[in-house]
């Protein structure tokens, strides 16, 4: 039995006393003091970790303004804050183990847009692809690139100055960033724009700190004029913190702080608005997929691509490529970079055109053809192929792939992951070739793996050496090499921090800079922060302190990784190997990644603030002397605590007792279990699985819920009552049956039993009977007419005219179907954490089915996540012992057999809502839909939505009935609404029973709009 958890890092005294004042304050926001709170904001996509006292969430400038008013008063001088905003920074620049002031959850308001002088103002919490979004139907577009943009927010680009593709042209954000408004830590509104004459010299002669702060900065310009241009990179990726060489132009008189605040990190101000350039969006795009038989080659071509006049020229080398082709993302692009015959494919350069003129266009990808078919030809410059692509759809797939790259690095095997320390170096482009030499000489000479790729034509490249941070030896090579990176990258007149600002690497800033100006930065940070209070250690700390910047040396998740036994780490690697990179926060409800952050805004509620749970879980039990592989071997050999033992542990929880686990525990039961993390995140983390065995753990402990039963069971007690359905229905349809099991068993809307039953429904028709022994006698070559169908519990039980159509169906196109006897799949078991009876019934299950395999007939199942249930949970579960039986979905077995031509389309137009675990586990499958239509003279179309918010038997819990229609509103509600109900088709049974409970009509399976084609 696993202990109770009591160990908690304890909030400071002056801190608590702070939340509290706050609490009774004006202030409308939010305030979340929990561990799991502060553990969810205590990493990002960094190797560091910083455990925050609390997490604050104002809805307003005027709530951070009381913010740092209340933090004025004596007893609270000592209070600190950081910001953050998508929590996406790769060197640690939100953490902190002060508060942390986070804008993304309320303050991601879109405010104004003016089409004529193209600006938008924004809150800073919105998400950069939230506002593209917005701003694609007006034909405008924000332009700087990255590659985290549908989860970072605004407000982090600014801190940051961001960029990335496109640069070259676009530049960084601060050069769309027109004004600003921010709060100073004393509580004073700053608004930034560019001033000079009048306007300026009424701010320089104002008796506050604004005022201060326009002096400082003219006494530093003026000053040091000549040492800022001698020493500030002359390079695209322009010095972030602090910019002095833009704040102020000499020759006109204009001061902008908006430049100083660009690229500071969040350590001068709070940046509450954002005033931003915008512009027409592109009308003609073209992008080359250029290969090459070596990375180097690809490097070395750079230049001559620039020459082409590109919008931008992106590089990647052939080890991010192959792990881009064993992730999900790659069906999505497989026919846009394909083989080269007889060759490797070892660099790709992914060249982008963009012109408003059609012949202008045509004229430079005609050029560049030409050239580079004259180098396939002349066997130069490495270059052995090229694709063209001018449709917009398929240009965004690819450059799709290239976001998820940066993510993609994290998931090799082993025990060493490519991290982020030295990604974003910069040096001149002409010097790139040379410098990548050195820097690959520099990572062989410490046997290290890496992945490469970047943005070439700005001299950028994100380089990711393999290291394992729960090894204290890898941990000190990282500050080795990191130091020789400061040093190569001096050496060719660039910069470590190219892109990704500083944050932990702050501690180089002082050498980089010199003495001189590097004091002047401190008498700046001084100016807005005196005393240190915003974002300490980040950039540089003020003239007059004597703290210390942060340091590459700082506590990182490896520190407490590696508490956790290697047996223990390697068999919950789906928590373990997440590495912060945060696309789970992906703001777009179409996304199926993941519903209950998407709803909640709560980053504890999402796949990377589970992980980070579960790992600092299994830290406390190791630090508790418990051997979690040992107690779950206990609970599987039936070693569980007695019912009185748990009765009390249950009863001092319902009393107030804190443990840990129960932190753990809400977070999982927020969970819908859709599985959509286990394939689009890029690192796999897979937080049904390690949700599953944890709830078997807890409940080792403490006692189950009844509707937990209630779940687990029904592959049990639905077969019994659909024997006698109107029996059982006569009692469901009454209020009261209703009302006393929403009460004592938390489950609501229990669907009723299909009536007349799935045996009633095909008696009248010719359909095979399962009968072993005359299957087995058939010969070889007409078994190839059978196909066998693999019962489920909710489609046979409580929807059992989707299993008949899915017979009539095989049999209308000249096969004969025969139904298997009923065996429960386990699944149920599975989403509640009856691990020890899922053990058992995927055993027996799969024992039958590896039988039926062997009569090579193939098998098929209705529902989309219970047929997937054999291909994941089952593997999990068995092993080898799993078998190779297969059971294959509708469309997977019919396509391939699909034989003639295809007949005349017909009018009727029909719409495939797909199930999320179906479409993120097998990604093809609306387009095997779309291809059975076509053949049969229909039209299907797939619908972008994400969950429908039933996820199996989430949506029937009464605890989560709410959010269960909140997340139907978030993509399903709409695009249903859009569409007449006849033509919208659905896969999952839990997303027809969704539609039916809300919209109060059922969708059709693909399967029965098929029939009546047929």
């Not at 039936?638 to 809400?666: C, I, P, Q, W």
């Not at 020890?836 to 193939?858: G, H, Q, R, V």
Request: proline share 4%; glycine share 6%.
């Amino acid at each position: 039995m696993i202990p109770i958890l009591s160990h908690q890092e304890n909030i400071k005294q002056d801190t608590f006393a702070f939340l509290k004042a706050l609490n009774e304050s004006d202030y409308s926001g939010e305030i979340a003091k929990s561990y799991a709170s502060r553990l969810a904001v205590a990493t990002d996509n960094s190797v560091y970790q910083c455990l925050p006292q609390a997490v604050i969430f104002p809805k307003s400038t005027q709530d951070i303004v009381r913010i740092c008013k209340l933090a004025q008063l004596e007893e609270f001088s000592a209070i600190r804050f950081s910001p953050r905003g998508g929590g996406t920074g790769t060197n640690g620049q939100s953490l902190t183990n002060d508060i942390v002031l986070d804008l993304s959850r309320f303050m991601n308001n879109i405010l104004e847009l003016n089409e004529a002088e193209g600006w938008v103002r924004v809150q800073t919490g919105v998400v950069k692809d939230q506002l593209n979004d917005y701003l694609r139907p007006y034909g405008l577009f924000f332009s700087p690139e990255l590659s985290t943009s549908n989860r970072a927010t605004i407000g982090g680009m600014i801190s940051c100055d961001a960029s990335g593709q496109g640069s070259l042209v676009y530049g960084k954000t601060s050069d769309h960033v027109l004004g600003l408004q921010s709060v100073l830590v004393d509580g004073s509104v700053l608004d930034s724009q560019p001033l000079t004459a009048v306007d300026l010299i009424e701010q320089v002669e104002r008796q506050d700190s604004i005022g201060a702060i326009y002096r400082q900065v003219i006494e530093t310009c003026d000053s040091k004029q000549q040492q800022i241009e001698d020493g500030f990179p002359k390079l695209n990726r322009f010095l972030t913190g602090y910019d002095l060489k833009h704040v102020y132009d000499a020759q006109t008189g204009t001061v902008d702080l908006t430049r100083l605040l660009c690229g500071a990190e969040g350590s001068l101000a709070f940046i509450t608005e954002a005033k931003l350039h915008i512009q027409k969006i592109p009308t003609y795009r073209t992008l080359f997929n250029v290969k090459y038989d070596s990375f180097q080659s690809a490097l070395q071509n750079a230049p001559f691509l620039v020459k082409a006049n590109a919008l931008s020229v992106e590089t990647i080398d052939s080890k991010v490529l192959n792990l881009a082709k064993q992730d999900i993302v790659w069906h999505s692009v497989s026919s846009l970079i394909t083989d080269v015959p007889g060759r490797v494919v070892d660099g790709l350069n992914i060249v982008e055109f963009v012109e408003e003129d059609a012949d202008i266009q045509a004229e430079k990808v005609a050029a560049l053809a030409a050239q580079l078919d004259a180098l396939i030809a002349d066997k130069k410059a490495g270059v052995i192929a090229y694709q063209i692509c001018d449709d917009l759809a398929d240009i965004n797939r690819i450059y799709g792939m290239r976001k998820k790259a940066v993510g993609l690095l994290g998931n090799t095997a082993g025990s060493a992951k490519p991290i982020a320390f030295a990604e974003d170096t910069c040096v001149p482009p002409e010097n790139l070739a040379a410098y990548i030499i050195e820097f690959r000489q520099l990572l062989d000479d410490h046997y290290l793996h890496y992945g490469m790729f970047g943005h070439v034509d700005a001299g950028v490249l994100h380089v990711r050496p393999a290291l394992d941070m729960c090894d204290p030896e890898q941990e000190k090579m990282m500050r080795r090499i990191s130091d020789k990176v400061v040093a190569l990258t001096a050496k060719y007149k660039g910069l470590m921090w190219g892109e990704h600002g500083k944050g932990f690497r702050s501690e180089y800033g002082p050498e980089f800079f010199g003495e001189e100006l590097f004091t002047e930065l401190r008498k700046i940070k001084a100016a807005f922060d005196p005393n240190n209070r915003v974002n300490p250690g980040k950039i540089c700390t003020p003239i007059e302190s004597n703290e210390q910047l942060v340091s590459v040396d700082a506590v990182k998740r490896g520190f407490y990784d590696r508490q956790i036994p290697v047996k223990v780490r390697e068999s919950f690697s789906e928590a373990l190997d997440c590495n912060g990179n945060g696309l789970c926060f992906n703001y777009d409800t179409t996304s199926p990644m993941c519903p209950s952050v998407k709803l909640t805004s709560d980053r504890v509620h999402s796949p990377k603030g589970r992980a980070g749970l579960m790992r600092e879980w299994l830290r406390q039990l190791a630090n508790n002397d418990i051997d979690v592989l040992q107690l779950e071997s206990d609970l599987f050999a039936g070693k569980n605590a007695g019912v009185f033992k748990k009765f009390a542990n249950t009863l001092a929880k319902r009393k107030g007792e804190y443990d840990f686990s129960h932190e753990v525990m809400e977070a999982m039961q927020g969970c819908l279990a859709c599985k959509a993390c286990t394939s689009q995140c890029p690192i796999q983390v897979d937080v049904p699985t390690f949700r599953a065995r944890f709830m078997h753990l807890y409940h080792g402990r403490y006692l189950r819920p009844v509707k937990d039963y209630f779940v687990a069971y029904v592959e049990q007690y639905a077969p019994l009552m659909g024997k006698m359905p109107d029996f059982f229905n006569f009692f469901m349809k009454m209020k009261l049956t209703a009302s006393l099991t929403e009460k004592y068993v938390g489950m609501v809307d229990i669907p009723l039993l299909s009536s007349p039953t799935l045996k009633t429904s095909l008696h009248k028709q010719d359909i095979t009977e399962f009968d072993l022994a005359k299957l087995q006698a058939l010969p070889m070559i007409e078994r190839e007419s059978y196909v066998l169908i693999v019962q489920d519990p909710f489609t046979t039980y409580y929807d059992a005219d989707v299993v008949r159509d899915l017979v009539l169906t095989i049999k209308k196109l000249g096969y004969k179907p025969v139904i298997l006897p009923f065996k429960p799949n386990g699944k149920p078991q599975h989403i509640k954490g009856f691990l020890d009876k899922f053990a058992k019934t995927t055993k027996n299950t799969a024992e039958f089915l590896n039988k039926m395999s062997e009569l090579n007939i193939p098998m098929l199942g209705a529902d989309p996540a219970m047929v997937l249930c054999y291909r994941d949970e089952y593997k999990h579960a068995l092993g080898e012992q799993r078998g190779d039986f297969n059971v294959l979905q509708f469309q997977e077995w019919l396509l391939p057999r699909l034989k003639g031509k295809a007949k005349a389309s017909k009018d009727k137009q029909f719409f495939l809502f797909g199930h999320c675990t179906e479409k993120t586990a097998e990604p093809t499958s609306s387009g095997d839909w779309a291809k059975i239509f076509t053949h049969f003279g229909g039209q299907l179309s797939d619908v972008a939505v994400g969950c429908c918010g039933m996820a199996g038997t989430f949506g029937h819990d009464a605890g989560k009935l709410a959010d269960s229609k909140a997340i139907y509103s978030l993509s399903w509600e709409a695009e249903i609404a859009k569409r007449e109900r006849a033509s919208c088709l659905a896969t999952g049974y839990s997303c027809r029973s969704q539609v039916k409970r809300i919209e109060g009509q059922t969708l059709k399976h693909p399967v029965q709009a098929l029939l009546e084609i047929l």
